[in-house]
């Protein structure tokens, strides 16, 4: 007979579990928690979009677009991407949804998104974000607000420690112009010693050799001009502005002053929380204002400010995750007991209470079951206990036990 090959995970795919899925899902339930605080509302969009959705908005000469993107032709012979962000998907919905009625709408999503990058650890091809956004306000009250909300998220997952905001500003149009017009002239003279990468940003997009890894580029990115002797009035103080709510909020921040985003619609506040801990994959989140955007779609001009946090990286920088804990074991002796623990269990299930039922293996290895799912009480019910129609409630972590009957079992579990 002809052996079939199992299958193998696709590379840059997880199959998330176990204390992984813990650590995972913990992170969803509190970004869940913190974003109703701050008066977010939950949106979700689609998985994939129109390849032109990314490749406008997103600009077709950075990296994610020119190479990361999962892109294909359906069946109708439709070009399609699946979401390498949310961003773009956002700004689609707003002005497919006519959503502008809204505005300022604040939104947060999660889920899903997909870049062709070389896999290594807190780098996959289908990872998970955490985003928040607020379109239609241009005020930097918006950006303080964003900004706040993540280092809370931060805070409560535990993990503040250690991650340390860098914040850049990146200008309006007439600051960005008249910067990159001293980079391109900084970069010209240093030709020689740029790597082919860079040389190639230096035709299309030159402020991205300032966060270039390679070593050969360092020494001339960190010697270009900064931003700041370009700054007009506007953007000066919109900066300010952003940094005195910081202060004023208790959120401890850094000037970066290279800090570029590889995205083309940033303007204004550029940030991203970093921590040494993840080795070259330090960045858990990161974000930005993008007034660009929405007019890069074919919309009006509208003001945005979001960000995105890998889900994988918060989770990798948890704590060990706590065991979930349920209330209890049913714990039937014998099949007469296993019939009625049967309606027992579902009663208790109805009634809120947390329970599973080990029916398998002899009294020792059912005990170690409800010990080892962290169980309160174990119920045991043998054949004296269903004649008296009581369970036998033992109380795992003291080993007291006591009769209780079975039309009270609820109430003694809470
Ligand atoms: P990097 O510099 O690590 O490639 P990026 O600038 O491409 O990050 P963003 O586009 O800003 O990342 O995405 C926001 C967040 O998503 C990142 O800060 C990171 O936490 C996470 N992230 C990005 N790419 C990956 C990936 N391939 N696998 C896991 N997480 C990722
Ligand atoms: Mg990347």
């Given amino acids: 007979m002809a052996r079939i090959e199992t299958p193998r995970r696709i590379r840059g795919t997880q199959d998330i579990f176990g204390d992984e899925q813990r650590r995972f899902a913990h992170v969803l339930s509190t970004f869940e928690r913190v974003r ?13 979009e129109s390849t032109a959705v990314f490749a406008r908005s997103l600009g077709e000469t950075t990296d994610v677009v020119s190479k990361e993107m999962y892109s294909f032709e359906d069946r109708g012979g439709d070009s399609l991407t699946l979401r390498p962000e949310f961003t773009a998907g956002i700004a689609r919905a707003y002005l497919t949804e006519g959503w502008q009625q809204f505005a300022p709408l604040k939104l947060t999503t999660s889920g899903p998104v997909f870049r062709y990058e070389r896999p290594q650890k807190g780098r996959f091809r289908q990872f998970h974000q955490i985003d928040a956004e607020v379109i239609g306000a241009a005020e930097p009250a918006a950006d303080v607000e964003l900004l706040v909300l993540a280092d809370q998220l931060l805070r409560e997952l535990g993990i503040s420690e250690g991650v340390t905001l860098q914040l850049n500003t990146l200008g309006d149009a007439a600051t960005r112009e008249a910067w990159r017009a ?45 931003i700041d002797a ?116 579902a009663d208790l ?8 039922m080990a029916y398998k293996g002899k009294m020792k290895a059912r005990m170690a079951k409800a010990d080892a799912l962290g169980a309160r009480f174990a119920i045991i019910l043998g054949d004296d206990e269903l004649a008296k129609g009581v369970g036998a409630v033992k109380a795992l972590d003291t080993g007291t036990q006591t009769e209780v009957a079975f039309a009270d079992l609820a109430e003694a579990l809470r």
């Fill in 349 to 356: 299930r109805r009634a809120g209470v947390a329970v599973e």
């Fill in 182 to 226: 001293a980079l391109v002239a900084h970069f010209e003279a240093h030709r020689s010693e740029l790597s082919e990468d860079s040389l190639t940003r230096l035709e299309k997009n030159p402020m991205r050799i300032l966060d270039s890894k390679d070593p050969r580029d360092r020494p001339i990115a960190d010697g270009a001009p900064d």
């Fill in 36 to 48: 109703a605080l701050y008066c977010f509302q939950r949106v979700d969009i689609p998985v994939f």
């Fill in 230 to 345: 370009y700054l007009t009035p506007e953007a000066r103080a919109f900066f300010d502005a952003v940094t005195a709510g910081l202060d004023a909020a208790g959120v401890a921040w850094e000037r970066n002053a290279r800090l570029v985003r590889g995205l083309d619609y940033y303007r204004h506040t550029a940030f991203e929380f970093v921590t040494d801990r993840l080795g070259s994959q330090g960045t858990v989140l990161a974000g930005g204002r993008y007034d660009g955007l929405i007019g890069s779609l074919g919309g009006p001009e509208t003001a945005g400010v979001g960000w995105a946090a890998g889900v994988e990286r918060l989770a990798m920088l948890l704590d060990e995750p706590q065991a979930t804990g349920i209330d209890a074991v049913v714990v039937p002796m014998g099949p007469e007991a296993e019939a009625r623990a049967t309606g027992i269990v």
